[in-house]
């Protein structure tokens, strides 16, 4: 099992900058892909990014594509989300998730909050 827990959520105005990090921990050998979702108030929960524990390889959704970017620490078994210009439409709660290697998200973190204000 992977245990994660995410942090760096707040309140920041409209574009401004705001980093997530996301710490796992237990069986951390066994990740293959790190990701960050979100869901905002009354909708689905959303794709953001993913990293590729080992080869770094990095994807984004397209309305965050420029704006954000994911990175990893191998060695602290952390991964950020580095938010700039932040819209008022990214307010959401933000989830880090992991991959063990069996081609699903199965461990999820608790979220944080991110409001964007206008």
């Known amino acids: 099992q992977v245990q994660l827990v995410e942090s760096g959520g707040g309140l920041v105005q409209a574009g401004g900058s705001l980093r997530l990090s996301c710490a796992a921990s237990g069986r951390t050998l066994s990740i293959y892909v790190m990701a960050w979702f979100r869901q905002a108030p009354g909708k689905e929960r959303e794709f953001v990014s993913f990293?590729?524990?080992?080869?770094?390889?990095?994807h984004y959704a397209g309305s965050v594509r420029g704006r954000f970017t994911i990175s990893r620490d191998n060695a602290k078994n952390t991964v950020s989300l580095q938010m700039k210009s932040l819209k008022p439409e990214d307010t959401a709660v933000y989830y880090c998730a992991a991959d063990i290697g069996t081609g699903r998200y199965d461990h999820w973190g608790q979220g944080t909050q991110v409001t964007v204000s206008s």
């Open positions: 990293i590729t524990w080992s080869g770094g390889s990095t």
